[in-house]
Every structure is written in structure tokens, then in C-alpha cells.
């Protein structure tokens, strides 16, 4: 089950997410909108790259 927040609507007016994002513009959207936003988690695809660059500490999920 996944815990959703309250959605920061203002900031997912000012901040859109092109459908054709490089995985990179990806990865900066999320980070920033998880700083700004509560609406939903990073998704498991990003979290997996962000470890992957070494950018994140590998969690007990990432390791199983």
C-alpha cells in the first residue's frame, strides 16, 4: 500500500513534466518534486537509477 500526501497544486501547475523527458529531466523533476510535493513516492524506476549513480544509499528492498 502506498501513502499518498496532500498534491501541492501550485507547484505541479509551474512545474510539468514533458511526456518526452530524458531520463535525466526525469530524475531532476522527481527529486525536486518530492522536496516540494507530497502528492505520491519517487517511482521505483528512478529510485533504482539514482542508486545506480550512486546518488542514493542502497535500501533492504533495493538488495533483495
Partial sequence: MTVMGKINKQWHEAHKLARNATL???????????????????????????????LLEPSALSLR
Fill in 24 to 54: 535525466d529531466e526525469r530524475i531532476d523533476w522527481h527529486v525536486k518534486h518530492a522536496a516540494n510535493c507530497a502528492c505520491r513516492p519517487i517511482p521505483r524506476s528512478i529510485l533504482d537509477e539514482l542508486e545506480r549513480r550512486g
